[in-house]
Every structure is written in structure tokens, then in C-alpha cells.
């Protein structure tokens, strides 16, 4: 049986914060349903899913992503040029 599109946006919403680290309790549930059914009001608004999204980071607090550095740091060494 496949899904509706509420159960949809629900599951992905629970299944992001989840994947942040967040610990799905009830209410965080709760308040992941009635940002879905916020979403599901909006009449003139065709994409559901941007819309939940972007407005994510308003409903909850999402912990700072870190980010491994890019390159390791640049350690300025001598090769032994102009050791007599």
C-alpha cells in the first residue's frame, strides 16, 4: 500500500531530523505533524516538500553541522637548501 503524500512528508521531516542527531520524542512529533499540516493548508504553494523544508530551521533547533577541514594545515618546513 503506498503512501500519502502527508505520510510522506512526515516520515522524510522525522527521518532528517533524525538523521541530525536529534532524538525523535513525542514532541518533536508533534511538532514535525503540525509543521506538515501547516503545510498541507497551503493551497498556493505546488511544492510541499521545499516548503516544510526551508521552514524547518524555524521549527526546530538544528544542531551546526561541523565540517572536516578541506586540507590539512600548511606546516612551512626547511628541505635543507643552503645547509653547508
Do not use: H, K
Amino acid at each position: 500500500m503506498s503512501q500519502t503524500q502527508c505520510e510522506q512528508i512526515l516520515s522524510r521531516v522525522l527521518a532528517y531530523l533524525s538523521s541530525l542527531g536529534m532524538p525523535v520524542t513525542r514532541e518533536v512529533s508533534m511538532a514535525a505533524l503540525r509543521l506538515v499540516e501547516e503545510a498541507l493548508s497551503q493551497e498556493d504553494f505546488p511544492d510541499l516538500y521545499a516548503w516544510v523544508m526551508a521552514r524547518l530551521p524555524q521549527q526546530f533547533a538544528l544542531p551546526q553541522l561541523e565540517l572536516p577541514p578541506l586540507a590539512p594545515p600548511i606546516n612551512r618546513g626547511s628541505i635543507g637548501y643552503g645547509d653547508a
